[in-house]
């Protein structure tokens, strides 16, 4: 499988390729836009020859950024929704990614492993970046571009050497742009204050998808999951407080539309997973899609008012039992559209439950990266989808 950095899908030697220089898809756009024939019909609300005084001044007060958006960047981008997965992006795998490397680590070990990310101290990184390369093999066998971005040798974060750089799905990117979160827990000084920069730097330059917002100030956010094009959940917790939300808000309004419902879920505890009770502050580890009416979910990780709004409105909520959802991850899986899902090999019985349910499933191994409190969802940068059902409508 060749090695893409979403620069006109050229191969690349090998690793470490984030110095080398080709062009990049808005090179190979802005190239195309020169050969075109242009003239003033192609500009919106142009009225013709004679008829100037005719055009409201204010038309484009009201013309929508979205409107021209590809036509800057060559390209759409958004995954805000459940419609059919086109474009994603995987982190290579490297040494920098095993915590067992950290000298931090070393310092203090049960400083880093206190909120629960950990529950081994070292991990086979060959084994990971095999079972990576069979993940991503999967996506592109169901008709997704993947992408492979790298980080630059030994990548420093805010306070030191950054770790898990392997979490791609942390740059949230909706219709026109992205969207760097400011992450809550111990780890953050680690790994959250500059991974996800690097992230929204790499999809600018490679893909020319610019930022739409990085939560500033003392809001703490981390992304949500979509249950449909209309439908937004998002675990308020120790990753997440209201002020990151109020300032995520009107942007995923301005991008997704005014009724887009979004569902609070109130979460337990105090830190990242806890590993005996399978809760998790990250709404990808208690809750994901798998059909427009459909949801895997972990009861004990939703609070009754989210528990009541999917009973009331029709989800069948598939139940992932606290073995499969401490060892396998079991709700951190990919919808490749609805109907069609990846998830974790070893969550057998959820497995079995989705099936029944009548939805098709793509098994792979994540076991390794499983370990840490994590999987596949976590792992996976979602760039671009299809318009999608909608719950509402």
């Known amino acids: 499988m060749a090695q893409i950095d979403g620069r006109e899908g050229k191969p690349l030697p090998g690793p470490r390729r984030s110095q080398e220089f080709t062009l990049t898809e808005y090179d190979a756009w802005q190239e195309r836009q020169r050969g075109r024939n242009w003239t003033l019909n192609d500009v919106p609300f142009y009225k013709g020859k004679g008829n100037s005084l005719e055009q409201n001044p204010f038309d484009w007060h009201n013309y929508d950024y979205l409107n021209y958006y590809d036509q800057v960047y060559g390209r759409k981008c958004g995954s805000a929704g459940i419609g059919r997965l086109r474009e994603a992006a995987v982190t290579a795998v490297s040494a920098d990614d095993d915590y067992a490397n950290h000298p931090y680590m070393k310092e203090d070990p049960d400083y880093i492993v206190r909120d629960g990310l950990l529950t081994e101290r070292k991990f086979d990184v060959g084994k990971l970046r095999d079972q990576q390369q069979s993940y991503a093999a999967a996506l592109e066998q169901c008709g997704v571009k993947v992408y492979w971005l790298d980080y630059p040798e030994k990548p420093m974060a805010a306070y030191g050497p950054m770790t898990n750089q392997h979490s791609a799905s942390e740059l949230t990117i909706l219709p026109g742009g992205s969207i760097i979160p400011k992450k809550g827990y111990a780890l953050a000084p680690l790994s959250g204050f500059g991974r996800t920069e690097y992230l929204a730097r790499w999809a600018?330059?490679?893909?020319?998808?610019?930022?739409?917002?990085?939560?500033?100030?003392?809001?703490?956010?981390?992304?949500?999951?979509?249950?449909?094009?209309?439908?937004?959940?998002?675990?308020?917790?120790?990753?997440?407080?209201?002020?990151?939300?109020?300032?995520?808000?009107?942007?995923?309004?301005?991008?997704?539309?005014?009724?887009?419902?979004?569902?609070?879920?109130?979460?337990?505890?105090?830190?990242?997973?806890?590993?005996?009770?399978?809760?998790?502050?990250?709404?990808?580890?208690?809750?994901?899609?798998?059909?427009?009416?459909?949801?895997?979910?972990?009861?004990?990780?939703?609070?009754?008012?989210?528990?009541?709004?999917?009973?009331?409105?029709?989800?069948?909520?598939?139940?992932?039992?606290?073995?499969?959802?401490?060892?396998?991850?079991?709700?951190?899986?990919?919808?490749?559209?609805?109907?069609?899902?990846?998830?974790?090999?070893?969550?057998?019985?959820?497995?079995?439950?989705?099936?029944?349910?009548?939805?098709?499933?793509?098994?792979?191994?994540?076991?390794?990266?499983?370990?840490?409190?994590?999987?596949?969802?976590?792992?996976?940068?979602?760039?671009?989808?299809?318009?999608?059902?909608?719950?509402?409508?």
């Open 204 to 393: 600018f330059w490679n893909l020319s998808i610019p930022v739409l917002l990085t939560i500033t100030g003392k809001g703490v956010w981390i992304q949500g999951i979509f249950l449909a094009d209309d439908v937004y959940v998002h675990a308020m917790s120790v990753e997440t407080n209201e002020e990151g939300m109020q300032q995520f808000l009107p942007v995923l309004r301005r991008q997704c539309g005014d009724n887009v419902r979004v569902q609070r879920i109130y979460t337990p505890g105090a830190g990242y997973f806890d590993h005996k009770a399978g809760i998790s502050a990250h709404t990808d580890m208690i809750i994901a899609p798998v059909d427009v009416d459909k949801v895997v979910a972990y009861p004990a990780g939703l609070d009754v008012d989210t528990c009541n709004f999917l009973w009331s409105n029709g989800w069948k909520i598939i139940e992932a039992p606290v073995e499969e959802q401490v060892n396998a991850c079991a709700c951190n899986l990919v919808t490749v559209e609805p109907g069609l899902v990846i998830m974790h090999r070893g969550a057998k019985e959820t497995i079995k439950a989705v099936r029944k349910a009548g939805v098709e499933v793509i098994e792979v191994d994540y076991d390794e990266y499983n370990r840490f409190g994590g999987g596949i969802h976590c792992a996976t940068m979602q760039i671009l989808r299809d318009p999608g059902p909608r719950k509402f409508d």
